[in-house]
């Protein structure tokens, strides 16, 4: 565990302890809990590169507190939710998560936005004993934890992570396909890193060769030279490890130098704004994902219902970053629920710990974590842009 941030001096709050199998101890806060509310802290880039991810997360953390609210809380409290703007820049998300911590006094750590801004800012959380819940990421570091560190054992993740999902969609395109030079282009950070690690296990679990891997800088928006050394390359399969402009860009480019390749994209790349802005440019991509994407004009029932309620709310059409967003904070009291009217720092993480699944709206694989397990699935599927939007092409699918 880092301590860069050590010198910030944090105010740790009221903590109580609980004990580990190793006889290891994790201090857990209760700061952040009253009689009449709870107090739950994020942090996300509503300004930055992946806005376009950070607003409609915080939308659908609003509706689902205000939801969860008029149903009368959670055991008689209200969730008071705090957002703070990171930008996508882990410096801004230390000192949200710093602000979050001292002032707000929050009890948890709620669907914080980024691989990288998430890691930049963990340590400190897990020094005042807060939970990091169901980030939106979702590399390893995420949730892998060492029992020799008490203190990792705050962290839990409800996402598809990376490695799993690159590898199983991975594995299936190749054996459906029969792809001979499978390629990557990847974020150079934590995200795009897992996503190139899932690449690697499963190529040499099948026993294969990458013909070309190259990377690009968060942020970038040039994609010329990637594109041109994948084609040189003579790649016949490129997985994304990229976000939303970056897997239109990369598409673009390729279709600008003629070239006719299959695009097989990670679990980011995976949301409604994609096809809507890429448009020809990435009709065909492929790409891994944990559930498949409802639309307005097809969705039925409560999907039906939440899609004509989130328009309503927030004058935009849901997309696939707003339902996680909503279904983070929906997991977050499920949880709190079951960890009785007796609030504690130790029973939410008793609850969160016992096994209890969490089925949400969307017909998504239960959300279920153990003692040992801080992650909640790794069924994933494979989805391809059609005519415009997303379709399901192979659901089920394991490495």
């Known amino acids: 565990m880092s301590k860069s941030f050590s010198a910030f001096g944090l105010a740790v709050g009221a903590v109580v302890l609980t004990c580990l199998p190793a006889a290891a101890q994790t201090k857990v806060t209760n700061q952040g809990i009253s009689a009449t ?4 802290g994020t942090h996300q880039d509503l300004s930055g590169p992946i806005k376009g991810w950070g607003v409609p997360v915080a939308n659908g953390m609003k509706m689902a507190a205000e939801e969860i609210n008029a149903s009368g809380g959670i055991n008689g409290r209200k969730i008071r939710l705090v957002v703070e703007d990171s930008g996508y820049d882990p410096k801004k998300a230390v000192l949200a998560s710093q602000k979050l911590i001292e002032r707000d006094k929050i009890f948890a750590m709620v669907g914080p936005m980024g691989s990288p801004t998430v890691l930049a800012a963990q340590d400190i959380l897990f020094d005042a004993g807060v939970l990091q819940l169901f980030p939106l990421t979702a590399a390893e570091f995420t949730f892998k934890f060492d029992p020799a560190k ?13 490695v799993e999902s690159t590898r199983a969609a991975l594995k299936y395109m190749m054996e459906w396909k029969g792809f001979k030079k499978p390629c990557i282009m990847h974020q150079d950070d934590e995200y795009g890193k897992n996503v190139l690690d899932g690449f690697n296990q499963q190529l040499t679990a099948m026993k294969a060769q990458p013909a070309s891997i190259t990377s ?32 239109i860009g990369a598409m673009s480019e390729a279709k600008k130098l003629g070239w006719d390749v299959t695009f097989l994209g990670a679990t980011p790349t995976n949301v409604m704004e994609v096809p809507a802005l890429g448009k020809e440019a990435v009709e065909g991509l492929y790409a891994a994902s944990g559930f498949e994407i409802p639309y307005e004009d097809t969705a039925k029932g409560k999907v039906k219902d939440w899609l004509v309620n989130y328009k309503k709310m927030f004058n935009a059409d849901a997309n696939t970053q707003a339902i996680i967003g909503y279904n983070a904070m929906m997991t977050f009291a499920f949880y709190a629920n079951k960890a009785g009217k007796d609030l504690t720092g130790q029973k939410m993480l ?44 192979k659901d089920n699918l394991m490495f």
């Open 37 to 40: 509310e709870i107090v739950v």
């Open 216 to 247: 690009y800088k968060r942020g970038a928006s040039d994609f010329s030279a990637q594109i041109a050394k994948m084609k040189s390359d003579g790649c016949d399969l490129v997985v994304l490890g990229t976000v939303l402009r970056e897997t």
């Open 350 to 393: 008793d609850s969160l710990e016992s096994g209890e699944k969490f089925l949400d709206i969307f017909n998504s694989p239960p959300t279920k974590f153990s003692k040992t397990d801080h992650l909640a699935n790794t069924i994933t599927q494979v989805q391809q842009v059609k005519g415009g939007r997303w379709v399901l092409v």
């Open 150 to 162: 008490p203190q990792e054992r705050l962290k839990f993740n409800n996402l598809l992570p990376y």
